[in-house]
């Protein structure tokens, strides 16, 4: 069993990017960095308009493609009241360069914040 203290491993609860607003069209909103897994925690996307919009993101592994067996919301409603919509999981790992990929039906409109936990050594 390797010695604890010689291979610290570190788990650092952070939010993973700066807060964006989704595209029309998908792209990739964060890369699990190459020498890490990552514990996604929290989702959080608001509309800050008053015209209904939805939001789909992917979970694509290791450069997959998107499509339907990588969805982690379809065509979600986000509310135009500036109600946000929180996913949170319990243990949904990237793993090293994975990416959450997502995009909005209108452009600039829905703002997300992603949360989770880096764990390396």
């Known amino acids: 069993m390797a010695d604890l203290v010689a291979t610290p491993t570190t788990f650092i609860p952070k939010r ?18 190459a020498d890490k897994a990552v514990k996604l925690t929290t989702i959080i996307m608001v509309n800050d308009t008053t015209t209904a919009v ?22 979600i409603a986000i509310p135009s009241d500036g109600v ?21 039906s209108v452009a600039d409109q829905v703002t997300i914040h992603l949360s989770g936990v880096e764990e390396g050594t």
């Open 16 to 33: 993973l990017i700066t807060p964006l607003q989704l595209a029309a069209a998908s792209a990739v909103l964060y890369t699990a960095p």
């Open 54 to 75: 939805n939001a789909t993101l992917h979970l694509c592994h290791h450069g997959d493609a998107e499509g339907p067996t990588n969805y982690l919301c379809n065509a």
């Open 84 to 104: 946000p919509v929180v996913l949170e999981f319990a243990g949904l790992y990237l793993n090293a360069t994975d990416t959450i990929e997502g995009f909005a």
